[in-house]
């Protein structure tokens, strides 16, 4: 009898916690979800800006990156857009004093860590701080550091100087391994997008385009640097080819850093800056706590704005989702905006290598559409190639950064015979019956004929020749001058202006300037909107936590067969006729 009271009394005291705790927890997400107030920025702040995470086009706000368990789903996913407009409004902000910032390791590509840079080299106008601690720096963290006044790095820590690479994945092996053929079929010596499907290492045209695109990227980060840091272009390459710089003591002996110190001895340094006594705090702001604090830059007339349509991802038929580009999405939103007449014109920011040919031209036309009622600019970012470019082409001007990766005009068609895969792997073996010859064609789970195969690259010839016609018309110039640019070849965005494949250097902003002057607005009249909006945290909170319900389903239900139902899924979305870049490119 003991023994049942001491369970009932531990259960009773088991649920009055669980209701304690399950109170305050939807207390905090609820005031956290539902509170609108404005945050006030105190005297002497510092924009605290942590470069150290994913960033993408648009942030994901993640309030329980920290807390784990099921609503963890990872860190916060900062917005390139969040990170200009904060450095816009400190820079006219007084009571914003100058930014800190940290980047030893950006998660970003180099194209969107040109627009930060160059968003710093311009706050730097308006004579406040910039200063940067890092325990160690990347080449990508460095490139935004070089900005800085002060550049601490610490007396234990390290900087990488040794040059670019880009370096492929090759997957012939696994495939072999589990008995998956690929049947390939393309148009373009460039097209090396399947090579990580065909081969095991990388072809000579393939290295080709690589070490120029390297090099075009590696020529405009040394020039920046250069300008930045007082240290010639010669110098700083052949302090890479010697590694010369291989520690904190050679890198302050370079003029690579200002101090080798600590982060309580720059916060000393501030402090002093600051006028605030040392026992207090540095009141330091994020990203997405200022932005909820007063706007300094009055936006324009709401009747006259820009809109910016963000096209993130690999393409896809259909609505896609939020980590790629559906066409079906895109040309429902894009008809939105045409329709709009509050809208004036429309920048189309595009950060993608690519994916299904028929969605990249569903979407070219969309645009071309658009075209014709009011202004349509293309802003592209880290990559916007093939597809990406495709969708390009149909505006009316292209502006893309020095090293943004786009080109890769080519075609190629990708179909994977399963068939050993199923019956070796799996123990399944497939049979049926049809009316002709070819009336399950094309197909995965037999060998395909020589004649069925000629058919396949017969419509891959076709698809690159409508891409090269539209690309030419686009870009006006003769049809062979296109080709002799194509060939799936990817190029630099310096090499592309020099090619006529784009029309302007610079940045989202530049694009936005371009677009409203076409559409006759003064700067000071208009404003700008991102579309889609930004999903508020709820949302993004839900479809984790019911993503990862149905994915844990699926493994429930498959059990040992779930990572290869994945795989198949996975490859067979993958198959089809596609314009992509090498997708499995790293630059670093």
Known sequence: MLQFLKYVLATFVGIILFLFLSFFLLAGIGAMFSSDDKVTIDDKSVLRLDLNQPIQEVGVENPFSDIGGPFSGGENVIGLKDILDALKNAQVDDKIKGIYLKTEGPEAGWATLEEIRNQLVEFKKSKKFVVTYGESYSEKGYYIASVADKIYLNPAGGIEWNGLSAEYSFFKGTFDKLEIKPLVFRVGEFKSAIEMFSRQDMSEASKKQSIELISAINNNFLKNISASRNIPVGELKNLADSLAVDNPKSALKYKFVTNLGYQDELETVLKKELKVEEKKDIEYVGVDRYLKGDNKIEEGDFNKRIAVLVAEGEITSGDGG???????????????????????????????????????????????????????????????????????????????????????????????????????KLGITFDGVGTSPHADWPTATREMTEFEKAMIQKSVNEGYETFTKKAAEGRKMPVEKLKSLAQGRVWSGVEAKENGLVDVLGGVDDAIKIAAKAAKLKESEYRVRYYPEKKKPLDELIAKVFGDQEEKATAKTLGDLAPYVKMYKKLMNMGGTQTRMPFELVIK
């Open 322 to 424: 939020d980590d790629n580009i559906g066409s079906e999405k895109f040309v429902k939103e894009l008809k939105e905006i045409r329709d709009n007449d509050k809208i004036k014109a429309i920048v189309i920011r595009i950060n993608s290598p690519g994916g299904s040919a028929l969605a990249s031209d569903v979407m070219w036309r969309e645009i071309q559409i658009t075209a014709k009622k009011k202004p349509v600019i293309a802003s592209m970012s880290d990559v916007a190639a093939s597809g990406g470019y495709y969708m390009a082409m149909g505006c009316d001007t292209i502006v893309a950064q020095p090293n943004t990766i786009t080109g890769s005009i080519g075609i190629f068609g990708l179909i994977f015979n399963v068939t050993d895969f199923m019956n070796n």
